[in-house]
């Protein structure tokens, strides 16, 4: 059975980089059919969709984060991560990477739900 | 961007009753392309529709999920004690996909 896990620092500085990994398990990432995504969910609010990747490495990012993120993809360890660059205190929050199936019509812009997600991992900005 | 709302913000019912969750979209949703997500604490988030009215793998039939355009529901046709948790909708009609701010099912 497929399995997402993942994997960062837990706390961060101000301004620094933060660096997160999914480390996918029980099956490939390189699949026709999905793409793999982060989504984070900030205190008291809705879930936000930050980026996805295809294992190809086309990416397709939310626009109100673009600027500071970056997704990549390691198909040879069966991992992609997310960097979230000059990090504040907003960024404080539950971050999670699922699976984003692409449905019948296959991966076309980024398109899908999230059908698989990990337990996600809380990550705190402060000094 | 699309803006989800989801009604109500919190839902007092009893085991057995029936909960009916809103979402509505502040634009059309392409093709119906609605999903609805389970959230509890501490664990993964789970896929419960996708396709607006398309149940996923092994979720149980009492879940539907209904609606087109800009208004979608949610129904729990008889809450189960594992159902008390909180529940997400997504569109993935229109870049970026977005979600609603979630609706709190609670024991009454």
């Known amino acids: 059975q497929l399995q997402l896990q993942e994997s960062g620092p837990g706390l961060v500085k101000p301004s620094e980089t933060l660096s997160l990994t999914c480390t996918v398990s029980g099956g490939s990432i390189s699949s026709s059919s999905y793409y793999w995504g982060w989504i984070r969910q900030p205190p008291g609010r809705g879930l936000e969709w930050i980026a996805s990747?295809?294992?190809?490495?086309?990416?397709y990012y939310n626009p109100f984060l673009k600027s500071r993120v970056t997704i990549s993809v390691d198909t040879s360890k069966n991992q992609f991560s997310l960097k979230v660059n000059s990090v504040t205190a907003a960024d404080t929050t539950l971050y999670y990477c699922a699976r984003h199936y692409c449905g019948a019509g296959g991966c076309y812009g980024g398109r899908g739900y999230f059908d698989l997600w990990g337990r996600g991992t809380l990550v705190t900005v402060s000094s | 961007e699309i803006v989800l709302t989801q009604s109500p913000g919190t839902l007092s019912l009893s085991p057995g009753e029936r909960a009916t969750l809103s979402c509505r979209a502040s634009q059309s949703v392409r093709s119906s392309y609605l999903a609805w997500y389970q959230q509890k604490p501490g664990q993964a988030p789970r896929l419960l529709i996708y396709d607006a009215s398309s149940r996923a793998t092994g979720i149980p039939d009492r879940f539907s999920g209904g609606g087109s355009g800009t208004d979608f529901t949610l129904t729990i046709s008889r809450l189960e004690p594992e159902d008390f948790a909180v529940y997400s909708c997504q569109q993935y009609g229109t870049s970026p996909w977005t979600f609603g701010q979630g609706t709190k099912v609670e024991i009454k």
């Open positions: 990747i295809y294992y190809g490495g086309s990416t």
